[in-house]
């Protein structure tokens, strides 16, 4: 009886080993498993962390990119104000010449008067203002162009 009492334990020693080793093994294809899981998971981090830092990049080349649209819709905006500023400073200088020239017009007027006037003033005679007659204009067929012979091989114009 001892002896199948022995060989009971022995058979149940070599069970329990033979399911230690199947676990011993199942934990290490476990960690393995595990480890393979943390790189993948390391990996995953970087990815994101590079996905995310050019996320960052392009979002803050967006931003660069809305405000440089800005300033341009802006610069047109600013664009017609100035040009209806130039405009109408040109318009007033232009306004202010006028206003010179009438003022020049005037005194030239003025002094023409005075001008006239002085002979008068000292006693000298008026100046003699002949009407000059206009001489009509002749004909051109009139002063004998007809007469005038042409040459051969000459283009005549009429």
Wanted: charged letters at 35%; one cysteine or more.
């Amino acid at each position: 009886m001892k002896q199948i009492a022995l060989d009971n334990q022995s058979n149940l020693i070599r069970r329990i080993r033979a399911k230690l080793a199947t676990k011993r093994r199942e934990t290490t294809a476990i960690k393995k498993e595990h480890e393979g899981n943390q790189v993948a998971l390391e990996a995953s981090h970087k990815t994101i962390a590079g996905l995310t830092a050019i996320g960052l990049s392009i979002s803050k080349k967006i931003e660069r990119m809305k405000a440089k649209k800005q300033q341009a819709r802006e610069s047109h905006m600013e664009c017609p104000h100035k040009m209806q500023a130039r405009i109408q400073e040109a318009e007033n200088t232009i306004q202010e010449q006028h206003l010179v020239i009438e003022a020049l017009i005037e005194e030239k007027a003025s002094l023409l008067q005075k001008i006239q006037g002085l002979p008068e003033e000292n006693g000298a005679p008026a100046p003699f203002y002949d009407e000059w007659e206009e001489e009509a204009e002749e004909d051109p067929e009139e002063e004998g162009l007809e007469d005038i012979p042409l040459g051969e091989g000459e283009i005549v114009e009429e």
